[in-house]
């Protein structure tokens, strides 16, 4: 079991950046792919990107590829999201979550933290 925990959420214009951070509690962190992933009100979870449990596979859904980064720190039980060129669109609750899988399906992943609030002013 692992126990998450994100932050760096905020207030940020247009065109700005922020980077998100999740860290993980117990010595398994490293065996799980970690995704990120973003709620909007009203809306259901939206896939944002996933790493490998090395950190070898990465994916990213179309409308933040080429604008974010994930990456991971296994000896610190981290994974980042370096958001940039950011829009309002990208406002919402973004939450880290932990699989067995490295996949972009929410329902694969069986650990989650409690969120982190991004707002994007225009």
């Known amino acids: 079991q692992v126990q998450l925990i994100e932050s760096g959420g905020g207030l940020v214009q247009t065109g700005g950046s922020l980077r998100l951070s999740c860290r993980g509690s117990?010595?398994?962190?490293?065996?799980?792919?970690m995704g990120w992933f973003r709620q909007a009100p009203g809306k259901n979870h939206f896939f944002v990107a996933t790493?490998?449990?090395?950190?070898?596979?990465?994916y990213y859904s179309d409308p933040v590829k080429d604008r974010f980064t994930i990456s991971r720190d296994n000896a610190k039980n981290t994974v980042y999201l370096q958001m940039n060129s950011l829009k309002p669109d990208d406002t919402a609750v973004y939450y880290c979550?932990?699989?067995?899988?490295?996949?972009?399906?929410?329902?694969?992943?069986?650990?989650w933290g409690q969120g982190t609030q991004v707002t994007v002013s225009s």
């Open positions: 790493i490998s449990s090395s950190g070898g596979r990465i």
């Open positions: 979550a932990a699989s067995n899988i490295t996949v972009a399906t929410s329902s694969a992943y069986n650990y």
């Open positions: 117990g010595r398994t962190f490293s065996n799980y792919a």
